[in-house]
Structures are given as structure tokens and as C-alpha cells.
């Protein structure tokens, strides 16, 4: 099917291009690199995909593929009709999004299409300035982010940014989707997309932002009346590696991870998925949420809410591609199957929201093993919410892979990167700074009645840190044995900070990883019987 999509695609483009100005940008400034568009999706490549991971021991391009496709739905009750914007391909180019933002309550190819260039897709890099059309050109009028003094606001060493709409009637392949999708009304949303990386080359061992990509979306209704019971979904088409046909779409709902995985024997070690960052954000008294990367108090971020497995070329019905009618679309977000019906997990018997959240690495629980075909890939919702006119909401995601020997030391370490990810905050991801800590120092004189290992300072670090521990009173005895390790994440130890007997008290020790590669390491503490590991981050 995807070969017949191709060739659909290229001659719809012939019009499109012109008439739409459809661009695209590449973002390429680590291992994995992402074709964007500027109506929401990627753009193929050699026929293939739009999204690569160079880190692949491939000799031919293709064979690097992680990603075929992507994109943001926007899913909603307008006066209790179902409303939808997505990116979804089924032989026709995938979006119904149009270029541009939504001006004087209509779309800008619309309202001005003189101006088609401007609505294209915008790529800076650090060290940028106005020699580059993009940084010169940057479109603050459509809501382009900057800093303090103006200037274009670069997230991590490379951004591309775009803003599209839902709300062009006159996109060219809307007739396609208005005959599957019941006279798909428009939808006055109009989404900024920006997608940035972290400079970086090296494996995960080494630096785990050579490997990721983060991509942000502001959704904003610039129309006249309430959107509510809103959802946002990622949609993705994953291909893993050589053969597509037997990846199997997986969810860890504990992580907010989708992510597709392989036991076939041409593909048996990636793995590579999207894991939800920050979801919209909606009140609740006594929370906090990140939004744009500012706390808000009294609101809180929400999770993955749902998540439908896609079989795509392998199967129709409930395991099929969703989108043929509003009322199919509006099902999955609220964690139905396509038809309406309840999900069961075969492995419990009980309702679900969530295809497939068993775990591959312990052979538990709900998972599906056999061919899917070449489309597989999910809708990961987040929601619901309200977005009054002129409300905004904000969603955060990243791309991550991972490549172990085998597909469960690769589930393994795509987990522990998500989590790595969760755990820090958003200026970190964003713009590499070390959060500011406070060293509160403690009264020596004070002895500590249980043993205590306390996350290093600052964390992420460069090129030392401080590592804080306790050590009680243990019957009788003044003094007790005590090795403070740290490791690499393949376990490997790479210094040892404390070995020796210590007395009951509060300790604290350096930690120099001059020369060492940035990364995940891991500090251990082991003291009469007592163990306790903590994480730390080394970026330089």
C-alpha cells in the first residue's frame, strides 16, 4: 500500500506544492533526522519515510528508517458536533492541515496568498544569525517564539518551527477526507509546531541527546465558539529498521510511552517510540503544570488518557487505520475501538482504554505477537480539556529510540531514557541549563538515625558534583564498612568514591567527570547491609 501512497503522493504534489506551498526543512543536528513539513507531517524520502536514526549500522539510507509518518490530531465537540484536524495517511498525502495561520478568523492561504512564502517551515542553529533568510525572516507576527531581546528563540542547538491550520476548506485533498470522513467540517484550530535536537553524534552510553527529539505543538482555537471535550493525539507511522511487516505496537502507561518493537529475526533489536512529555494542562487546585516551560499553579499536566494499536496494512476493523468517519476518530480518543466498542484485556478480562500494555521484556501481560503489516503504528490521546475562543493549550513529546541485542535489552533502555527524561526539568531539555540548587549545609554535629544517599548537586552536571550521604549509629559499633561506587548504564564501574570504614555522621564527596563522556551514570551506596542506588546526568 505504502508504494501506491507514493505514487498517489507524488502526483498530488504536483498541484499541492504549487498551490499550497508545501515545504519542508530537515532537522539534522544529532543522529536522527526528521523531514518536517508544514502542514503537521513528514515528507517521504527516497520513498520510504520521513524520519531516519543514523545511528543504525545500515550501508544504505533507507535502511536507517525509524519513522514513516507522524503528526497532531485535534479532536473536539463543537455544539455537540464532532470537529477534527489530523495527519493520517491512506493513499493520499497525510494532512488536511493548511500552511499558515488562521488570520482575521480565516485561513492565511485564504486571506492572503501573496504571502504563501512566509508560511513555510523555519530552521535556525546555534550560532545563526542574519545571514540565514530563516533567522532574518523569523515570524513573530504568527507567533514565532523569541527571547528578551527580540531575537529568534533557539530550543536546544537546532529548532524548526511552522504554523498550520484546520480551517482551510480549499485544501486540495479535503474532498478526499470530507467523503471518508462524513463532510468533514473545518475546524477554526490553529497549531505552532516547534521541533528541536540537541547537538550530538555519539551512542546512548555516551550522550542520550545525540538520539532524541523533542516536538512541542501550541494549539489555539481562533474561532467564535467553545471546542470541548478536546483531545490531542499524536498519530505515528513507525518503521523499524529493514522490514516493517512484523513491528508490534506496545504502550507503558506508567511512562506515557507508545513505541513499536520487533521479534522477527531480520529486525530483532530496535525499538523506538514516542513518549508524552507535558499534556494540556487543566485546573486542579493545589497542582502545578509546565506550560511553554513555566509553572502554573493550581493546574496540572494530563496524562496519556488512551491508546489505540494500529496493524495497518495487515488488518481492518478494530486493529485497522480509524480514520474513514468523525464518529470512528472520536471513539479511539476516548479509548474506544473504532466501531464503539469496549476494549478488553485478554490477559485480565477487564476494561481498557490501552491496546496492548503488556510487557514484551517479562513476556506478561497484554501483547499481541505476529505480523502487522507496513503501516502499524498508534494514537497516543491526551485529554479531555476545553479550549474556550482564543484558549491555548500546549503538548510536549519526544522520539526516542534505542538499540540493544536484542529487542528486550532495547525496550530496556528506551524505558530508562524516558524515564531519565521525566525525571529532569523542562529548561534542562530545552535549553541545556542546570537547575539552580540551593546547598543547605548540614550540622555535622547532628548524627543521622538511618542510613541516607541524597541526589547529587547539581544534576545535570559539568564537571563535577557533590554527593551527600549518611551514616547512623549501628548498635554498639563506631564505625561501619562503606562503598560509594558509580557506574556506567552497561554497569560498568567507573570510579570508586569512598571505600573504607566511617563513622556515624553526614558525608559528602566529588565527583569529577572531566574525563569522562556526558551521559547517564548511575552512584551506588552499599554500608552494613544497606544499598541505594541514584541517577545522575553528565552533559557537557
Keep these: 500500500m505504502k508504494t501506491k501512497i507514493i505514487l498517489i503522493l507524488f502526483v498530488s504534489c504536483l498541484y499541492s506544492i504549487s498551490a499550497q506551498n508545501i515545504t519542508y526543512k530537515r ?11 508544514n502542514i503537521g507531517n513528514l515528507k517521504y ?17 533507507w535502511d536507517s528508517v525509524i519513522v514513516f509518518d507522524q503528526g497532531p490530531w485535534v479532536i473536539g465537540k463543537i455544539k455537540n458536533k464532532v470537529y477534527v484536524g489530523m495527519v493520517q495517511w491512506w493513499d493520499v498525502p497525510s494532512s488536511i492541515f493548511s500552511p499558515g495561520p488562521i488570520i482575521n478568523n480565516k485561513p492565511a492561504m485564504y486571506t492572503a496568498p501573496q504571502d504563501s512564502m512566509r508560511y513555510r517551515c523555519y530552521k535556525i542553529s546555534r550560532g545563526d544569525n542574519a545571514s540565514n533568510p530563516d533567522y532574518s525572516n523569523w515570524p513573530v507576527d504568527f507567533g514565532a517564539p523569541v527571547n528578551s531581546n527580540g531575537s529568534p528563540k533557539l530550543y536546544g542547538d537546532q529548532t524548526i518551527w511552522t504554523v498550520y491550520n484546520a480551517l482551510d476548506s480549499t485544501r486540495s485533498y479535503r474532498e478526499y477526507w470530507n467523503t471518508h470522513l462524513d463532510s468533514l467540517p473545518v475546524m477554526p ?16 552510553e555516551a550522550d542520550i541527546f545525540s538520539n532524541i527529539v523533542f516536538e512541542e505543538w501550541t494549539i489555539i482555537n481562533k474561532g467564535n465558539e467553545t471546542i470541548d471535550s478536546t483531545y490531542f493525539s499524536l498519530w505515528t507511522d513507525i518503521d523499524l529498521w529493514l522490514n516493517s511487516a512484523y513491528n508490534i505496537p506496545q504502550v507503558d502507561t506508567s511512562l506515557g510511552l507508545g513505541y513499536l ?12 517510540g514516542y513518549a508524552l512529555l507535558y499534556g494540556p494542562s487543566v485546573s486542579s487546585n493545589g497542582d502545578r503544570a509546565v506550560y511553554k516551560g513555566r509553572l502554573k499553579n493550581n493546574f496540572k499536566n494530563l496524562d496519556m488518557s488512551s491508546f489505540h494499536s494500529i496493524f495497518g496494512d495487515a488488518a481492518v476493523g478494530n486493529l485497522g487505520e480509524p480514520a474513514f468517519t468523525r464518529q470512528k476518530a472520536w471513539n479511539i480518543a476516548r479509548g474506544y475501538y473504532p466501531d464503539g ?14 491496546t496492548f500494555s503488556g510487557d514484551p521484556v517479562t513476556n506478561s501481560g497484554w501483547i499481541r505477537k505476529e505480523y502487522t503489516g507496513g503501516g502499524a503504528g498508534f494514537n497516543m490521546f491526551s485529554g479531555p480539556f476545553t479550549l474556550a475562543p482564543n ?26 531514557k524516558v524515564a531519565l527524561l521525566k525525571s529532569l526539568p523542562y529548561d534542562s531539555l530545552a535549553f541545556g541549563k542546570t537547575p539552580l540548587v540551593v546547598d543547605v549545609k548540614e550540622n555535622q554535629g547532628v548524627i543521622p ?3 541516607m544517599l541524597y541526589q547529587n548537586y547539581p544534576n545535570p552536571f559539568n564537571p563535577s558534583t557533590t554527593i551527600k550521604y549518611s551514616i547512623p549509629h549501628i548498635g554498639t559499633g563506631h564505625v561501619v564498612p562503606a562503598q560509594l561506587k558509580v557506574y556506567d548504564v552497561l554497569g560498568r564501574e567507573v570510579a570508586i568514591l569512598v571505600n573504607e570504614e566511617k563513622s556515624p555522621g553526614n558525608y559528602e564527596v566529588k565527583f569529577d567527570g572531566t574525563n569522562i563522556s556526558s551521559g547517564v551514570y548511575f552512584y551506588t551506596l552499599s554500608a552494613n547491609g544497606f544499598f541505594q542506588s541514584k541517577k545522575m546526568l553528565l552533559m557537557k
Design 341 to 354: 466498542t469496549v476494549k478488553i484485556d485478554s490477559t485480565t478480562g477487564k476494561k481498557t482504554k490501552y
Design 27 to 37: 532537522l539534522d543536528i544529532n543522529n536522527i533526522h526528521l523531514y518536517l513539513q
Design 45 to 61: 524520502v527516497d520513498g520510504v519515510g520521513g524520519g531516519y536514526w543514523n545511528s543504525l549500522p545500515s550501508v544504505e539510507r
Design 189 to 204: 484550530v490553529e497549531i505552532q509546531q516547534t521541533v528541536f535536537a540537541r547537538k550530538g553524534n555519539l551512542n546512548d
Design 391 to 416: 484558549d491555548t493549550q500546549w503538548v510536549m513529546v519526544a522520539l526516542v529510540p534505542a538499540l540493544g541485542k536484542d529487542y528486550k535489552e532495547s525496550i530496556t533502555r528506551l524505558r530508562k
Design 449 to 451: 538515625n538511618s542510613f
Design 261 to 272: 518493537w520487533s521479534n522477527n529475526s531480520q529486525t530483532p533489536q530496535l525499538t523506538a
